[in-house]
């Protein structure tokens, strides 16, 4: 698909007739009648409050909601926006929705939004998830303004979150990142982001729109590719995320496979930049920081535990295709605890993830045949952080995950040592090391 086939004939009529924009807010949904119209409202608030002078827009990019998302955004009152008006614009925002069309997903809802925003010549674009229910008018102003009054390319979200929620971000999505590119983008996943004009247009001419990167795993190709190109990142506190969130004992292996395989393919292309990285470094946060309350989230700890050993037990003869003797004698051992005395430790966690990860590169076996294979071992992961964290203060919690990514990072030459060296049976290590070979 051109980028000219991107958008529906209707939308680029409606986008013919708005002209121009100096900025486009993309709201991509799915089934979000419910929170939608607050997002909405938000949006608009902040346009007019901290933009008044500017063009803007509006975009509901839907992926065929059967509970009236689209037409939420639709009937959206005029009188409703005069209450939300918090200054008087010169150009009020404009709204409208159009469907997606491709691979189902928040990818080709980006990939609309994307389109929209350059063809009309969009300054600055911004995205913001539909199921949010903290979302204020300030979180406009904080991914948008550092791009038109700062010269950043991309605005990555830095929020609170309840330490139970967004455990693939916590438990590697994060830690890895920040140990393969040596930057430290809290939340590389997080749904809400700012770009510049030209790495809207850079997004626009890669070639994953019609791969399973534009499923669940366009957020972190979309920070890694910031990272690793010539653009100017930052990340903008935006206060607490409150949104619909999942226990992570549910099913969580669509996302968790797609995540991950995004973010193995990008080491895959991005190797040269990564391989000489050493430790990191801390990229620009605006905003104030400020203490929030947060929605607690439930999650079934004996679920977690049972999925991990069940994977020790059926998932035997995969494992040892990948991890060393001592790996899975540790794996095995893990398997008899049960409950709140279960523990996996930070060195054996990160040897397992560089070992999948190696594991993915070198093809041992069918790419998404490892990665689920690699789910049981994430739900010990988190298994083992519930435990040890259930008591914890947010304070206390970050700085746990802290050590973690420390931990990776100084584990680092390990996965370059494992990712260059040509696929064989694991080894155990002399002394009895964990990690895989």
């Given at each position: 698909m051109t980028r000219e086939e991107v958008l529906p004939r209707e939308a680029i009529q409606r986008l013919n007739e708005l002209g121009s924009a100096d900025i486009v807010i993309g709201v991509?949904?799915?089934?979000?009648?419910?929170?939608?119209?607050?997002?909405?409202?938000?949006?608009?608030?902040?346009?007019?409050?901290?933009?008044?002078?500017?063009?803007?827009?509006?975009?509901?990019?839907?992926?065929?909601?059967?509970?009236?998302?689209?037409?939420?955004?639709?009937?959206?009152?005029?009188?409703?926006?005069?209450?939300?008006?918090?200054?008087?614009?010169?150009?009020?925002?404009?709204?409208?929705?159009?469907?997606?069309?491709?691979?189902?997903?928040?990818?080709?809802?980006?990939?609309?939004?994307?389109?929209?925003?350059?063809?009309?010549?969009?300054?600055?674009?911004?995205?913001?998830?539909?199921?949010?229910?903290?979302?204020?008018?300030?979180?406009?102003?904080?991914?948008?303004?550092?791009?038109?009054?700062?010269?950043?390319?991309?605005?990555?979200?830095?929020?609170?979150?309840?330490?139970?929620?967004?455990?693939?971000?916590?438990?590697?999505?994060?830690?890895?990142?920040?140990?393969?590119?040596?930057?430290?983008?809290?939340?590389?996943?997080?749904?809400?982001?700012?770009?510049?004009?030209?790495?809207?247009?850079?997004?626009?001419?890669?070639?994953?729109?019609?791969?399973?990167?534009?499923?669940?795993g366009i957020d972190i190709w979309m920070t890694t590719t910031a990272l690793c190109g010539d653009y100017r990142v930052c990340q903008a506190f935006l206060g607490a995320k409150i949104h619909d969130a999942k226990d992570p004992s549910a099913d969580l292996s669509?996302?968790?496979?797609?995540?991950?395989?995004?973010?193995?393919?990008?080491?895959?292309?991005?190797?040269?930049?990564?391989a000489t990285v050493k430790a990191s470094q801390p990229v620009p946060t605006l905003g104030f920081p400020f203490a929030v309350g947060l929605e607690p989230v439930s999650v079934n700890l004996n679920r977690l535990v049972e999925h991990f050993s069940r994977g020790v037990r059926e998932l035997g003869d995969i494992w040892s295709d990948i991890f060393d003797a001592g790996s899975m004698s540790r794996l095995v051992r893990l398997s008899t605890q049960v409950g709140r005395a279960f523990r996996m430790d930070d060195d054996l966690w990160v040897s397992l993830v560089y070992g999948v990860a190696s594991a993915y590169h070198h093809r041992v076996m069918d790419r998404e045949v490892l990665l689920r294979a690699a789910l049981p071992l994430y739900m010990g992961r988190v298994a083992s952080f519930v435990n040890e964290l259930l008591e914890a203060s947010a304070d206390q919690v970050e700085g746990r995950l802290e050590e973690l990514c420390v931990r990776f990072e100084g584990q680092k030459d390990e996965l370059v040592r494992l990712w260059a060296k040509r696929p064989g049976r694991p080894a155990a290590r002399p002394g009895g090391g964990s990690r895989p070979v």
């Open positions: 991509p949904s799915y089934q979000n009648a419910g929170t939608i119209g607050h997002v909405v409202g938000a949006a608009q608030a902040g346009l007019a409050k901290y933009f008044p002078q500017r063009r803007a827009v509006i975009l509901n990019s839907d992926g065929g909601s059967k509970d009236g998302t689209p037409g939420v955004v639709r009937d959206l009152a005029a009188s409703d926006a005069g209450l939300l008006l918090l200054s008087h614009p010169v150009t009020p925002a404009a709204r409208f929705s159009v469907p997606y069309h491709g691979i189902p997903g928040k990818g080709s809802a980006f990939r609309c939004i994307f389109r929209s925003a350059e063809v009309l010549g969009a300054r600055a674009c911004a995205v913001v998830d539909s199921d949010l229910r903290s979302i204020t008018p300030e979180w406009i102003q904080l991914l948008v303004a550092p791009v038109l009054e700062r010269e950043f390319d991309y605005v990555a979200p830095y929020y609170l979150r309840h330490k139970f929620d967004g455990t693939i971000t916590n438990s590697i999505v994060y830690p890895l990142t920040r140990a393969l590119y040596g930057r430290r983008v809290r939340q590389p996943i997080g749904g809400e982001f700012g770009m510049s004009a030209r790495l809207v247009s850079h997004y626009l001419t890669e070639p994953v729109w019609d791969t399973d990167v534009a499923r669940y669509g996302m968790f496979v797609q995540v991950l395989g995004t973010l193995f393919r990008m080491m895959e292309t991005h190797e040269a930049v990564w």
